[in-house]
């Protein structure tokens, strides 16, 4: 058709702008290669004001437009015409003439044509890119949530708890109290194997984990002679069979508030697991009457071999991962208890995972 050049914008609707993505003719000196892209805010100039408006536009003589922009010259004639996906703007073709006058309406035409005929290659390009690009970021995920799981794993199995209920079996079994050693072994045992099993899993059902939590809390009441009692409440509604969660995802808080918050306190301990449904999400409450954050950091910095809770800041990042198109809030939320005279009464922390 005797045009000098011709140019293929693509929108960005992210940023707000028109980019070159093709051309023919000097932007263009070889295939699939375009020098110096041009980008266009959208309402911008004769291709941003088409962008906009849906509608093609016929310019006779740019000199009199002071919506032209030049690219790689001034020229004085100049067509852009939409480039429509069921309605909606995705691009504009965009060609210019260094003669005045020089488009008249079989090029018009023949542009909008071609434009119907891109508009589809695109759309259907666009898809393609956007699955592949989906896919890619569910591989991502999933690598970031198995080697978080693989870490957990690791820190809920830590040294500490192993070595310390070893040491407990061994001296039960010095003390001659076979009936205890065997008891605490048994339950010791069957945490170990549901550990490695669950791990094994990408989701569990909500029973299986609270099996794996009560058996681990049994082993660390028993070694602390009853310092502390616990409670597991579940909301009625739930059904625990059938709802899944992800594996090892509630021990490492329950350590933390056993370790750093009952341990210390001088009155019994008291433990609590609430589970229920809030606002489309399954919500997980573990409250302990212990010494509080405040204490516990102090007792922390004053101690020779300090415990690293590893644990939480590994599951904090898994529960990120599987809330990460949520509404921007941190999904474990923790908090201090106090009594009305201001004195510490222990910790609370909230735990929002999606409810599948």
């Not at 051309?23 to 911008?44: C, D, N, T, V, Y």
């Not at 001034?74 to 006058?101: C, M, N, Q, W, Y």
Request: proline fraction near 5%.
């Amino acid at each position: 058709m005797g045009f000098e050049d011709c140019v293929i914008y693509l929108l960005d609707e992210e940023r707000g702008v028109l980019v070159q993505k093709a051309a023919h003719g000097p932007k263009s000196p070889q295939p699939f290669k375009i020098e110096q892209p041009m980008e266009i805010r959208l309402g911008e100039g004769i291709v941003g004001t088409v962008a906009l408006s849906g509608k093609a536009e016929m310019v006779p003589d740019t000199s009199r437009d002071k919506r032209y922009i030049p690219d790689d010259q001034v020229r004085l004639s100049e067509l852009a015409v939409p480039i429509l996906d069921d309605g909606k703007v995705i691009g504009v073709i965009d060609t210019e003439h260094s003669k005045k006058r020089y488009f008249q309406s079989f090029h018009l035409r023949a542009l909008t044509a071609i434009a119907a005929v891109c508009s589809a290659k695109i759309a259907q390009a666009t898809a393609e890119t956007g699955i592949l690009e989906k896919e890619r970021q569910l591989l991502e995920m999933d690598k970031h949530l198995a080697e978080a799981q693989l870490s957990a794993l690791r820190a809920q199995m830590n040294p500490h708890f192993l070595f310390n209920s070893l040491n407990s079996i061994n001296w039960y079994i010095i003390k001659n109290k076979s009936k205890e050693a065997s008891k605490y072994l048994t339950k010791f045992s069957r945490l170990i194997r549901l550990i490695l099993d669950h791990s094994k899993c990408r989701q569990i059902a909500l029973t299986q984990e609270l099996e794996a939590l009560r058996l681990y809390l049994d082993i660390e009441a028993i070694r602390f002679e009853k310092k502390f009692e616990y409670e597991i409440q579940v909301e009625e509604s739930l059904d625990t069979e059938e709802l899944q969660i992800p594996p090892l995802i509630l021990q490492p808080y329950v350590e933390n508030a056993i370790w750093h918050g009952l341990m210390h306190s001088d009155r019994p301990g008291r433990l609590l697991v609430d589970i229920r449904q809030q606002n489309g999400h399954l919500l997980c409450i573990i409250e302990d009457n212990g010494i509080g954050r405040a204490a516990s950091e102090q007792l922390k910095r004053e101690s020779i071999a300090p415990r690293d809770s590893k644990g939480m800041r590994i599951t904090a990042e898994r529960i990120s991962l599987l809330n990460e198109k949520d509404d921007g809030q941190s999904p474990v939320q923790i908090m201090d208890l106090y009594a009305p005279t201001g004195v510490p009464t222990g910790t609370r922390v909230e735990i929002k995972l999606p409810l599948t």
